[in-house]
């Protein structure tokens, strides 16, 4: 890659994007002398309980590598081989992790259908049936993305219905959040009151999209499904010898709110990318703008010209709609640029 190429931002995802300046900081501090391994130090303490202001005295959390370690390992603790997790046909488990839960739990994935990636009671309640049977597969949790792979959010009462409906019939709600802080900035509430509050059992903790190198978290809102996991965690190559840098990583993201402030950020480039979007001919959003994603319907003849000047993935191919997605780093030039571009180009 030509260093012209590193210098441009793109839209393609927001793992494309570098490391936050006061992350790589925060790296650099703790980087002298000896301390103890594999999250046995006072960085890791020290971040911990920092998180426990945001997710609750009682919330049990351990640090990962990646976002698919945390949602693989954080479903172990909520289903067994002969059981079944229900998830939008849109979620990143189903679609995206290639079949990393159904290899390493053993359990079955029941997607339901969506048009914006967010799920409902009437949608899990489909794959609520032949309980006791002992031919079927057996539901014990609902998987939920916040925000979704649509870029849309639930609010904590549509979480709460969830999670209410999901105890009801005694099964867990575990939530992908990868993407939680923009969920989080978008509806302008806590961490906690999109996840433990509303009555998520297990969430899955995103650092990686929000401007660290890597890093995610799993947390237990009920101690009690936390009993097993340093040894799932260990058994399931996601221990990390020298915690203390992802503790660290995760540490200046809540110095001064950072991760509401990157995840703000992302958002208002999102919004603002869309709204360029929207006001030209022959484009067509797709999806409401929640988070920090933006999905539009192009003009298929000039996709291609577009990719040129950043890149960008189509989505669904079949009626060329694409996902754009903005970063912490992501400009207003960025935007504007690209926008300003994008309307020549279409224009002929």
């Avoid at 488990?93 to 159904?102: L, N, V």
Wanted: with cysteine; proline share 3%; glycine share 8%.
């Amino acid at each position: 890659m030509h260093s012209t190429d590193r210098a441009r931002r793109h839209f393609s995802s927001d793992n494309w994007s570098g490391v936050h300046p006061e992350v790589l900081a925060a790296l650099a501090k703790v980087n002298s002398g000896h301390v103890p391994s594999y999250g046995h130090d006072t960085y890791t303490a020290s971040t911990i309980a920092r998180l426990r202001e945001h997710f609750g005295d009682r919330a049990e959390i351990f640090f990962v590598f990646s976002g698919t370690g945390a949602n693989v390992l954080g479903l172990q603790t909520l289903a067994l081989p002969f059981n079944t997790v229900i998830c939008a046909e849109t979620a990143h488990i189903y679609t995206s992790e290639c079949g990393a839960a159904e290899k390493h739990v053993g359990c079955k994935l029941s997607p339901v259908p969506t048009r914006d990636g967010k799920i409902d009671r009437d949608g899990i309640a489909k794959h609520l049936h032949d309980f006791g049977n002992d031919h079927h597969v057996q539901p014990s949790a609902v998987s939920i993305s916040q925000a979704t792979e649509y870029g849309t959010v639930y609010s904590p009462d549509e979480i709460r219905i969830i999670s209410g409906f999901a105890h009801e019939h005694g099964l867990k709600l575990h939530m992908d959040g990868a993407r939680l802080a923009n969920a989080a900035a978008n509806l302008g509430v806590s961490l906690r009151e999109i996840s433990g509050d509303a009555g998520v059992d297990v969430l899955s903790f995103g650092g990686t999209k929000n401007g660290m190198i890597a890093g995610e978290a799993v947390v237990f809102f009920d101690p009690e499904l936390a009993t097993n996991f340093p040894y799932r965690r260990m058994q399931g190559m996601q221990l990390s010898s020298k915690m203390r840098f992802i503790a660290a990583q995760f540490d200046a993201l809540l110095d001064n709110d950072l991760w509401l402030k990157s995840a703000s950020h992302a958002n208002r480039m999102a919004s603002k990318l869309a709204a360029g979007l929207d006001s030209i001919a022959g484009i067509q959003l797709t999806q409401q703008v929640q988070a920090n994603e933006v999905f539009a319907i192009l003009p298929r003849e000039h996709i291609a010209a577009l990719q040129e000047l950043s890149s960008f993935q189509v989505w669904t191919e079949s009626i060329s709609e694409a996902r754009f997605v903005t970063s912490f780093d992501t400009t207003e030039d960025d935007v504007t640029t690209f926008i300003d571009r994008a309307r020549a180009i279409i224009a002929g």
